[in-house]
């Protein structure tokens, strides 16, 4: 009996692996196309119609799959601090794409599994052992030899990215609790509309015209972004927050090819060092779960 909870537990991890590797990669898309939309719209309204986009994958998944009775809010107090959370989050991540480098972001970003490490013992009872802080601080090492803060290219900048990835794993602490109580889909739609709302109060502010080009990079900005956060919502549900959530790491991999594809960013050897560190440590993560 003790050997069928274990083989369940095991396998519930890797698909919440697999799950968040997916997120990861959907996330990274959607920043591309939020870096470049914010070349010819203001931030607020490059979160707002982005969230709005995501209405085109959410509502006819929920009429055609789901029903409306699992977009039910249960815990109207964790989805509207789900949803602050997620307001903050989003807003420092556009202006941080729109600033700096998205191979430099995205690789800043993956402190998060740190705070989650740190976060998920006393907030989720979750045990985090030797193995699992082995994968997650060679991870993080990797990002400090891409990053360098000591370096000459250190800029303050650089910390608004790293309070996005504070408020990411205060974000995700808040949805591996939540998901015991609401589905993942109606966690994903109340988030993305108190986003939308919230993007749409810069309106007075100043608001661009959107061409057919721009049509197109929010739908696909949308679109991705509903996928990331809906498998990032299920690896939450399925597998412990402190295993799953290194393999965000696999996100700068994809972030390389975008930064080189659509503006050009060559990675040195420094960046190449440091994804080396990143894999090994997912790797090692893997390894103590098998072990288990």
């Known amino acids: 009996m003790k050997d069928d909870a274990r083989h369940g537990a095991g396998s519930s991890n890797l698909k919440a692996i697999g799950a968040m590797t997916i997120g990861a990669a959907l996330l990274t898309a959607s920043d591309a196309a939020s870096k470049y939309l914010t070349q010819s719209y203001p931030v607020g309204q490059v979160i707002c119609l982005r969230q709005a986009a995501t209405l085109l994958v959410i509502v006819p998944y929920i009429m055609l799959v789901t029903g409306w009775a699992a977009a039910r809010v249960v815990n109207w107090r964790g989805q509207s601090l789900r949803g602050l959370l997620f307001v903050a989050g989003s807003t420092l991540i556009v202006i941080s794409l729109s600033l700096l480098p998205i191979t430099t972001v995205i690789a800043i970003t993956f402190t998060t599994p740190i705070f989650i490490a740190l976060l998920s013992a006393p907030l989720l009872g979750e045990r985090v052992g030797a193995w699992r802080w082995t994968g997650v601080l060679t991870g993080f090492a990797g990002v400090l030899v891409i990053v360098r803060p000591g370096g000459a290219d250190f800029q303050w900048i650089l910390l ?78 399925m597998g412990e927050a402190s295993l799953v959530s290194p393999f965000r790491y696999t996100a700068f991999l994809w972030a390389m090819l975008f930064g080189f594809v659509l503006w050009g960013e060559v990675p040195g050897l420094w960046v190449a060092l440091g994804v080396g560190l990143i894999i090994g440590g997912g790797l090692v993560t893997v390894r103590g779960e098998r072990r288990k």
């Open 160 to 237: 608004l990215p790293v309070a996005n990835a504070l408020i990411n794993s205060v974000r995700d602490i808040v949805t591996r609790r939540l998901s015991r109580t609401d589905t993942s889909i109606s966690i994903l739609l109340c988030s993305t509309l108190i986003v939308m709302f919230a993007g749409l109060l810069t309106a007075p502010w100043g608001w661009n015209a959107v061409d057919v080009d721009g049509v197109l990079w929010f739908v696909l900005a949308g679109l991705a972004n509903a996928g990331a956060h809906f498998f990032v919502i299920e690896a939450l549900r």
